[in-house]
Nanobody, 120 residues
Framework: QVQLVESGGGLVQAGGSLRLSCAASGRTFGMYATGWFRQAPGKEREFVAKISASGTSTYYTDSVKGRFTIGYAKNAVCLQMNSLKPEDTAVYYC???????????????WGQGTQVTVSS
């Protein structure tokens, strides 16, 4: 099992940028596909982006394509968020799984979440 700790959330104006980071302890990310999910108030948790353990495959939800980039940096997975919109406001959760295709489902390891607030 891997323990995940997110950082980098905060308050930003629309059009601004934030970089989220998720550090792993217990095991390295080399064995895990990782990704980011988010949950806005009153809404279900939704998928944002994911990356394979090797880093060769990435996938994004349509609403963030061209604005968000997921990647690895040392033993952390980062989410670079540009051109932020008020609708991006949510608690962002880091996730890790040994199965890229089922990331987010049963067996996924979750971080505690970090708040991202985008003001208009």
């Amino acid at each position: 099992q891997v323990q995940l700790v997110e950082s980098g959330g905060g308050l930003v104006q629309a059009g601004g940028s934030l970089r989220l980071s998720c550090a792993a302890s217990g095991r390295t990310f080399g064995m895990y596909a990782t990704g980011w999910f988010r949950q806005a108030p009153g809404k279900e948790r939704e998928f944002v982006a994911k990356i394979s353990a090797s880093g060769t495959s990435t996938y994004y939800t349509d609403s963030v394509k061209g604005r968000f980039t997921i990647g690895y940096a040392k033993n952390a997975v980062c989410l670079q968020m540009n051109s932020l919109k008020p609708e991006d406001t949510a608690v962002y959760y880091c996730a890790a799984s040994q199965n890229y295709n089922t990331l987010g489902s049963a067996g996924t390891n979750w971080g505690q979440g970090t708040q991202v607030t985008v003001s208009s």
